[in-house]
């Protein structure tokens, strides 16, 4: 089955730094991607994700990397902002997300603290 | 478009008692998905169910179950409760356009 290794487990950054995290996944027939942000007492959020068939996808200050030959993926967050702070998950399906299943793994989280 | 709706928002039990969760999806979606968010094991995945069948269905011990109606709502349902089970229990709703799954706020659960 699909394993999610995510690092660093706290990261923490000056307001307007840049951060990055990292994810490995194991199972290579993962097609599917996606990146959540998680605020203290609220739901996941979904914030991107991204598909095998791309490499990269940028929406405003974050984008996710993806490389299918290592199979790792990486969140960028650029010009950080206090609000950015949070607990930032990764995932990957069990399995192709083809069928509609949906079954996500999820790695272990980031905590981001953006200072002032 | 209504979000994903579970309640209660909050539940205190004791050991021993059984407990019901309810979800409801995004309008139209048909898969819901139930994990369980713990400071330790972080998120872990219980079971999906679509078109009111389980689909997928993580390791967790058979006090845990779940069920969809045709209307997608799904409960899930924990029996025995132990200390242990003690968490946030999370579902998400995906089926629309793409895989896309977006989670409700949740019900804390506290067992003692």
């Known amino acids: 089955g699909e394993n999610v290794e995510q690092h660093p487990s706290t990261l923490s950054v000056q307001e307007g730094d840049s951060a990055v995290i990292k994810c490995t996944y194991s199972?290579?027939?993962?097609?599917?991607f996606p990146w959540y942000k998680q605020e203290l007492g609220k739901r996941p959020q979904l914030i991107i994700d991204i598909r095998s068939n791309v490499g990269e996808k940028k929406d405003q200050r974050i984008a996710v990397t993806l490389n299918k030959t290592a199979k790792h993926f990486s969140l960028h967050i650029t010009e950080t902002q206090p609000e950015d702070s949070a607990v930032y998950f990764c995932a990957a399906p069990q399995g192709s997300t083809t069928g509609g299943y949906n079954k996500l793994i999820f790695g272990a989280g980031t905590r981001l603290a953006v200072h002032p | 478009k209504a979000g994903v709706t579970q309640t209660p928002r909050y539940l205190i039990k004791t050991r021993g008692q059984q407990v019901t969760l309810s979800c409801s999806p995004i309008?139209?979606?048909?898969?819901v998905s139930w994990y369980q968010q713990t400071p330790g094991q972080g998120l872990q995945f219980l079971f999906e169910?679509?078109?009111?069948?389980?689909?997928n269905k993580g390791n967790f011990p058979g006090r845990f179950s779940g069920r969809q109606f045709s209307n997608s709502r799904s409960e899930m349902n924990v029996s025995t409760l132990e200390l242990g089970d003690s968490a946030l229990y999370l579902c998400a709703s995906s089926g629309g356009t793409g895989p896309e799954a977006f989670f409700g706020q949740g019900t804390r659960l506290t067992v003692v």
């Open positions: 309008s139209g979606h048909r898969s």
């Open positions: 199972d290579s027939a993962s097609n599917y």
């Open positions: 169910y679509f078109s009111e069948t389980q689909r």
